[in-house]
């Protein structure tokens, strides 16, 4: 099969390698016209200079139609930039239970949604200080609500912005049009009106420039009980940036933890994907990490380059792994290993 597809595979740090290195094992029983490019684990990259490391990275990164992206503690390179770097304004997780999966809820079976996640904007741009500065600036009338001691205290600043909102806006009422045509908007709106109140104002104009498509608001606290009692009635679910970190680990609890938890991240013209556990220290070295999430986050990395029948394939394989129940890894109640798993999933394929 022609290769016409390069994609950049970085495994990252603590014990996200081994998950990675399972997965890419995986993929490479698919035949895929796929040519992996590999970022060196973090370990061996953090003997390089700072300023190399990043600039090989990023330039591999560069080099590729799109990256798989195991998880990092820092030490290697490469979150940052394909985040704000490239622009990836929406972050994709699918919250999605399957017959295998250890829930702790009675009735998981119907959980199947998908949270948007602003990924630029809100609490993670990164402005905060001491309090103080704030107070020099002339936020005055802010001063009757401030606790004793405030000008000791420090300070982070949420941003939303009309144009970032709309963008993700779009994106999440196109995906909602693609599968129920109903998407679920949620912020702290009564609290904090000048951002999140006007954040799910601008969603709720967007959403007129889709005939049909239901709109439904809830205030974030509400939705995060919603998505224990009720989550079989969500289907898109779009979040600001901060609740959107917060709740996707809570939905994927609700479907047996964040061992199962794919996304990927979406620009205009580029994407990522990686998985929602992080670099799971606790286990590094163990071979024991579940490597489901990053093989999920590869199905929809295949999905996005158009490789949709081996996405299928990939998908169905991991189902059928998880129905027979025999060769899971400990987090799903079995006794499996990382590459045992892997070897299950090449089976089924």
Same mark, same amino acid.
């Given at each position: 099969?022609?290769?016409?597809?390069?994609?950049?595979?970085?495994?990252?740090?603590?014990?996200?390698?081994? =998950?990675?290195?399972?997965?890419?094992?995986? @993929?490479?029983?698919?035949?895929?016209?796929?040519?992996?490019?590999?970022?060196?684990?973090? !370990?061996?990259?953090?003997?390089?200079?700072?300023?190399?490391?990043?600039?090989?990275?990023?330039?591999?990164?560069?080099?590729?139609?799109? %990256?798989?992206?195991?998880?990092?503690?820092?030490?290697?390179?490469?979150? $940052?930039?394909? $985040?704000?770097?490239?622009?990836?304004? *929406?972050?994709? $997780?699918?919250?999605?239970?399957?017959?295998?999966?250890?829930?702790?809820?009675?009735?998981?079976?119907?959980?199947?949604? %998908?949270? %948007? $996640?602003?990924?630029?904007?809100?609490?993670?741009?990164?402005?905060?200080?001491?309090?103080?500065? @704030?107070?020099?600036?002339? &936020?005055?009338?802010?001063?009757?609500?401030?606790?004793?001691?405030?000008?000791?205290? !420090?300070?982070? *600043?949420?941003?939303?912005?009309?144009?970032?909102?709309?963008?993700? =806006?779009?994106?999440?009422?196109?995906?909602? &049009?693609?599968?129920?045509?109903? &998407?679920?908007?949620?912020?702290?709106?009564?609290?904090?009106?000048?951002?999140?109140?006007?954040?799910?104002?601008?969603?709720?104009?967007?959403?007129?420039?889709?005939?049909?498509?239901?709109?439904?608001?809830?205030? #974030?606290?509400?939705?995060?009980?919603?998505? #224990?009692?009720?989550?079989?009635? #969500?289907?898109?679910?779009? @979040?600001?940036?901060?609740?959107?970190? #917060?709740?996707?680990?809570?939905?994927?609890?609700?479907?047996?933890?964040?061992?199962?938890?794919?996304?990927?991240?979406?620009?205009?013209?580029? /994407?990522?994907?990686?998985?929602?556990?992080?670099?799971?220290?606790?286990?590094?070295?163990?071979?024991?990490?579940?490597?489901?999430?990053?093989?999920?986050? /590869?199905?929809?990395? &295949?999905?996005?380059?158009?490789?949709?029948?081996?996405?299928?394939?990939?998908?169905? *394989?991991?189902?059928?792994?998880?129905?027979?129940?025999?060769?899971?890894?400990?987090?799903?109640?079995?006794?499996?290993?990382?590459?045992?798993?892997?070897?299950?999933?090449?089976?089924?394929?």
């Amino acid at each position: 099969m022609a290769t016409s597809i390069r994609v950049c595979v970085i495994p990252g740090d603590d014990a996200a390698p081994e =998950a990675m290195q399972a997965s890419v094992r995986v @993929l490479g029983s698919l035949d895929l016209p796929i040519e992996w490019d590999h970022v060196l684990p973090g !370990r061996e990259l953090s003997e390089l200079d700072a300023a190399e490391r990043d600039a090989l990275v990023h330039a591999q990164i560069d080099a590729a139609d799109t %990256v798989l992206f195991g998880a990092t503690n820092g030490t290697t390179p490469g979150a $940052r930039y394909m $985040r704000w770097g490239k622009l990836t304004f *929406a972050n994709v $997780r699918p919250i999605q239970w399957r017959p295998g999966f250890r829930s702790p809820l009675k009735d998981a079976e119907e959980i199947d949604y %998908v949270i %948007v $996640r602003e990924n630029l904007e809100d609490m993670y741009v990164g402005i905060m200080g001491e309090a103080k500065d @704030l107070l020099n600036a002339g &936020l005055a009338d802010a001063r009757s609500r401030l606790p004793a001691g405030a000008e000791d205290g !420090r300070f982070a *600043a949420k941003i939303i912005t009309r144009p970032g909102t709309e963008q993700v =806006a779009r994106f999440a009422c196109e995906l909602a &049009l693609e599968r129920s045509a109903k &998407l679920t908007v949620s912020a702290k709106t009564n609290m904090l009106p000048a951002t999140d109140r006007w954040f799910c104002e601008i969603v709720q104009e967007i959403t007129q420039e889709y005939p049909g498509l239901q709109y439904e608001e809830f205030i #974030v606290d509400d939705m995060a009980h919603r998505l #224990v009692i009720r989550p079989h009635d #969500v289907d898109v679910l779009l @979040l600001p940036n901060l609740y959107g970190d #917060v709740l996707s680990d809570l939905g994927a609890g609700t479907i047996g933890g964040l061992g199962l938890a794919p996304s990927g991240c979406y620009g205009n013209e580029f /994407a990522y994907f990686e998985s929602a556990h992080g670099t799971a220290p606790d286990i590094a070295g163990m071979g024991i990490i579940n490597p489901t999430a990053t093989l999920l986050s /590869a199905t929809m990395m &295949l999905r996005y380059l158009n490789l949709n029948t081996a996405a299928d394939r990939l998908n169905n *394989a991991i189902g059928d792994v998880y129905l027979s129940g025999s060769v899971l890894t400990p987090d799903q109640g079995g006794d499996a290993g990382t590459e045992e798993f892997a070897d299950a999933v090449i089976g089924a394929l």
